[in-house]
């Protein structure tokens, strides 16, 4: 239990360190092609870690076979969808309707995992997703347009963040998870360096010039070692001891932070509906570390019905 509850703490720092980034990504890629950028970015953090493994850990290099790199290219491959699909359905969707449809992993990844792998979630962690759900309703203020292209396609990269962290949870135990992680990063930088080049992401000639514009490659140091290579590796190596469904609503924190730092960094104003969504998303993680028989009234209530 201890485990769950350390573990948790943990990867809220995660969704913190990303919502910190929003800002510093947010400025990079209006210099840099987004693809360009994340190629990039996940190259450095995967050098970073495999130069990592080698000087301080060399001896898990034997561990490596095809089991391995296998299930690290299907976490990047879910990975990079979530990002891919978010990239291209803001091409036609608003930021806020894709910031709530792309937040909705945290209800699918219960269902998913009851799906495939019958896993029963209890009601308080539930009942916490539903708040959280609400609460990001109000922080994205989305919108009641038609429903379009880009509305599908950020479905379905909520889809891939999904089923990124059910994989990441069944693989954990399996594997290393300085060797998972480096497998996942340096997957997601192949696809998108030939995401970038097949979808004419500005020209290769730029590349030089766009990266020596402090707003690029600060963002990608900070982003590579932070919030990427430590990031991607506290949550693989964390989560085989917290549930899925702890972790999807965990990273609901993610925009809590983004607004939070966007206010102080740069003065952009916390309205009503932020600050009633992000309650809501930090009182729905509250309630999913609540265990049922912390809670003494329901237990008396329970006795109740079962002597009735």
Not at 41 to 62: D, G, K, M, N, S
Not at 196 to 224: H, M
Not at 232 to 254: D, G, N, R, W
């Amino acid at each position: 239990m201890r485990n769950v509850y350390i573990s948790d703490c943990l990867l809220l720092l995660v969704a913190f360190m990303w919502g910190a980034t929003f800002v510093v990504v947010q400025q990079a890629v209006a210099i840099m092609a987004p693809f360009a950028f994340n190629g990039v970015r996940f190259a450095v953090a995967a050098l970073f870690l495999f130069v990592w493994i080698v000087c301080f850990y060399p001896h898990l290099l034997a561990e490596l076979n095809r089991t391995l790199l296998f299930n690290g290219m299907m976490l990047g491959f879910w990975l990079f969808a979530g990002y891919a699909l978010q990239t291209f359905g803001l091409l036609y969707t608003t930021s806020s309707k894709s910031a709530f449809l792309t937040g909705l992993s945290v209800a699918l990844v219960p269902i998913f995992t009851w799906l495939l792998f019958k896993q029963k979630i209890q009601w308080p962690a539930a009942f916490g997703i539903a708040l959280a759900t609400v609460g990001l309703f109000f922080m994205t203020s989305f919108g009641t347009g038609a429903l379009n292209l880009g509305d599908v396609l950020s479905f379905f990269c909520a889809i891939g963040f999904a089923v990124h962290i059910i994989l990441t949870g069944r693989y954990t135990s399996r594997h290393s998870a300085l060797l998972l992680t480096l497998m996942q990063i340096a997957t997601v930088a192949v696809l998108n360096c030939l995401f970038a080049v097949g979808f004419g992401s500005g020209s290769l000639a730029e590349l030089p010039v766009q990266l020596v514009d402090p707003k690029v490659w600060g963002a990608i140091v900070f982003t590579a070692v932070g919030a990427t290579a430590v990031a991607y590796l506290a949550q693989t190596s964390l989560q085989k001891y917290t549930p899925p469904s702890h972790v999807a609503l965990i990273f609901t924190m993610e925009p809590v932070f983004a607004a939070l730092t966007a206010y102080i960094g740069t003065g952009e104003p916390l309205t009503g509906r932020t600050m009633i969504g992000g309650l809501l998303i930090f009182l729905g993680m509250i309630l999913v570390e609540t265990r049922v028989k912390r809670l003494p009234w329901l237990k008396r209530s329970a006795n109740r019905s079962i002597h009735s």
